[in-house]
């Protein structure tokens, strides 16, 4: 009795001490026994921690990746954890703000009101202004989970807010694109239809009519072509198109837009050769690029003024085409919005020679496309150039014969 009594109190002694492995695992009698049933419990339940911290740390890599921002808030609303992309959408310093009270660190009434409604059965958007960058859109929801405790959830949808907004003012500019002919035409409508006309008038009416019909045939047209742009694969690099064809093209495009625009007193239109180079892409996209240049600067120089147009090549195999106008000029604020849909410097003078306000979106994208660069140059009574800057991929120049004339296009791959 001595003996198992000395046992037991060893057992315990070591249990209180969290020492059980100091003690003999093969101990005869009932306390060896218990002893080693013990130790093989105490092990499976040190192996079940260690699999659940695993677990756990497996759990915590994969929030920390999560493309959203993910904050983990204790009963009193205060941070336990938040990953590297809450950091970066909040401000937060996912080590110093451990135990902070959220409310104090987004500082945003609607967020706090949304907080402590406690009905977050929909999503709140947030304005996250920071010093030195455009302000960020976050969509925060929170989930309540284990009782009071919550997890929150950030989205950035700054490029969704700005897509939507884009749309908005898209849908606006073509039905108040579409409204102001159709007025006209509905205008004109009534009056043939309850006013006895003469010949002359009904035939002057008639005139403006097709004017406004042409108006929106052509909104409609461009309307198509960039959703065809934007739809369609990227030209391939095995068709050829010969740039003195886009140029001859592009300037009968503007000479007869100019004889339109100014009858008797045209623009002085020159444009410089480039014989043998040659192009790689859509020979519709880079003539429309070309002319929608060409057929702007004539939209916009006084009658009689002069247009250059270039073809010139550039360091590193490159080359560039550019027009270049005598006109007013465009001052510095507008410049980064020229290519905007529907955008426009002076909206009646542009209505006036007939422009759609596409015509440089469309450029922008066949731009693009051809992995070329757009560049504008202008000042407020200094004219302006636009210019198109091919890579070297997308150019073959002419091959030199032995006397400097220029021959027929390599034909070996750039």
Not at 136 to 161: F, N, W
Not at 229 to 239: F, I, N, T, Y
Not at 301 to 320: C, D, F, H, K, Y
Request: aromatic fraction near 6%; charged fraction near 20%; include cysteine.
């Amino acid at each position: 009795m001595a003996l198992d009594h000395w046992r037991g109190r060893r057992l315990l002694k070591a249990l209180r001490a969290d020492a059980l492995a100091t003690l003999p695992g093969r101990a005869g009698g009932m306390w060896g026994e218990i002893v080693e049933r013990t130790q093989r419990l105490l092990q499976g339940r040190e192996a079940q921690v260690r699999q659940s911290e695993a677990r756990l740390q497996e759990f915590l890599i994969a929030l920390e990746t999560s493309p959203n921002g993910v904050v983990l808030l204790d009963e009193n609303a205060r941070i336990e954890w938040c990953n590297q992309t809450a950091a970066q959408h909040f401000g937060f310093d996912a080590q110093r703000d451990l135990l902070q009270y959220i409310g104090n660190l987004v500082r945003d009434p609607a967020f706090a009101a949304y907080l402590a409604s406690w009905n977050y059965s929909r999503d709140v958007v947030l304005s996250m202004a920071k010093p030195g960058v455009a302000p960020l859109k976050l969509s925060v929801q929170v989930h309540p989970y284990a009782g009071s405790r919550r997890l929150l959830l950030s989205r950035d949808v700054t490029a969704v807010e700005q897509a939507e907004a884009m749309r908005r003012d898209f849908v606006a500019n073509v039905s108040h694109e579409i409204r102001t002919p159709l007025t006209v035409l509905a205008g004109f409508v009534e009056t043939l239809q309850t006013l006895p006309l003469e010949a002359d008038e009904r035939s002057r009416y008639l005139a403006m009519m097709a004017q406004q019909a042409q108006r929106m045939q052509t909104l409609v047209n461009d309307l198509l072509t960039l959703s065809r742009l934007e739809g369609s694969p990227l030209p391939g690099a095995g068709d050829w198109v010969p740039v003195p064809a886009l140029l001859g093209q592009a300037e009968q495009e503007a000479r007869s837009l100019s004889a339109l625009l100014a009858p008797g007193r045209q623009h002085e239109l020159v444009v410089g050769a480039a014989p043998g180079w040659e192009l790689s892409g859509s020979h519709s996209e880079l003539l429309s690029a070309m002319s929608n240049l060409l057929s702007n600067a004539v939209r916009y120089t006084p009658p009689g003024g002069r247009i250059e147009v270039s073809w010139q090549a550039l360091p590193n195999g490159r080359a560039e085409f550019s027009v270049r106008d005598s006109g007013p000029g465009i001052a510095a604020e507008h410049v980064p919005r020229l290519t905007e849909r529907f955008y426009r410097v002076d909206r009646s003078r542009s209505r006036e020679t007939g422009g759609t306000g596409l015509g440089l979106a469309i450029t922008k994208h066949v731009v693009q496309r051809h992995g070329a660069e757009l560049r504008i140059e202008s000042a407020l009574g200094a004219g302006s150039t636009f210019s198109i800057q091919f890579p070297a991929s997308r150019v073959r120049a002419p091959v030199r014969s032995a006397d400097g004339a220029p021959a027929q296009p390599a034909t070996a791959e750039p």
